[in-house]
């Protein structure tokens, strides 16, 4: 399984939105609605903030949203504050009992 | 509360043998499938193996498949990661990370991960 596409870097100032996008294939983003997104700050485990494209778990801020679009999947956070600043990743089912895949990752700025 | 402890990281040298742990509590650990992720210095998250509920299927990443093995231990609540043949490029932070019922579900807790380091 190749890792999914998501771009190096986003930014954005306190208050404004940002949108980070992860494109997979028809066997995984496109095939399935089980796109997950997960923080990480520096040294720490990554958390899950968004689950089956646009679910949101317990505690989690609704700030944060998640969509898809064929074989693209988004991540939004809106109302940026400087704690959202992390490493943001994409990961999906792949079908059958195979291991998921995750996006390179995608390092968001507060400026 | 749901914690998950890795434990097992260090230092060795090439084509040796290291095996990793990673205790459950707070869960039902019986219902949850467990995962394995592993993270090289600066670089993203890879998945490494996943185990079913019961133990009685696995499945890993090409890098490691022939080399490394996850099996779980109900009475302890414990899941491994037995390593062998390790490479260079098997050094990397290993995460250990709770599954769903299912493959499909997401990962919803995660422990604080346990450094390998393979190096002459």
């Known amino acids: 399984q190749s890792a999914l596409t998501q771009p190096p870097s986003a930014s954005g100032s306190p208050g404004q939105s940002v949108t980070i996008s992860c494109t997979g294939t028809?066997?995984?983003?496109?095939?399935?609605?089980?796109v997950s997104w997960y923080q990480q700050h520096p040294g720490k485990a990554p958390k899950l903030m968004i689950y089956?494209?646009?679910k949101r778990p317990s505690g989690v801020p609704d700030r944060f949203s998640g969509s898809k679009s064929g074989n693209t999947a988004s991540l939004t956070v809106s109302g940026l504050q400087a704690e959202d600043e992390a490493d943001y990743y994409c990961s999906s089912y792949a079908g059958g009992n195979n291991l998921g895949v995750f996006g390179g990752g995608t390092k968001l700025t507060v400026l | 509360e749901v914690q998950l402890v890795e434990s097992g990281g260090d230092l060795v040298q090439p084509g040796g043998s290291l095996r990793l742990s990673c205790a459950a509590s707070g869960f039902r650990f019986i219902d949850h499938w467990m995962h394995w992720v592993r993270q090289a210095p600066g670089k993203g998250l890879v998945w490494v193996s996943r185990i079913n509920s019961d133990g009685s299927d696995t499945s890993y990443a090409d890098s490691v498949k022939g080399r490394f093995t996850t099996s779980r231990d109900t009475a302890r609540d414990t899941v491994y990661l037995q390593m062998s043949s390790l490479r260079v490029e098997d050094t990397a932070v290993y995460y250990c990370?709770?599954?769903?019922?299912?493959?499909?579900?997401?990962?919803?807790?995660w422990g604080p991960g346990t450094l390998v380091t393979v190096s002459a």
């Open positions: 089956e494209v646009n």
């Open positions: 990370a709770r599954g769903g019922h299912y493959n499909n579900d997401p990962n919803d807790y």
């Open positions: 028809s066997s995984d983003v496109g095939g399935y609605n089980f």
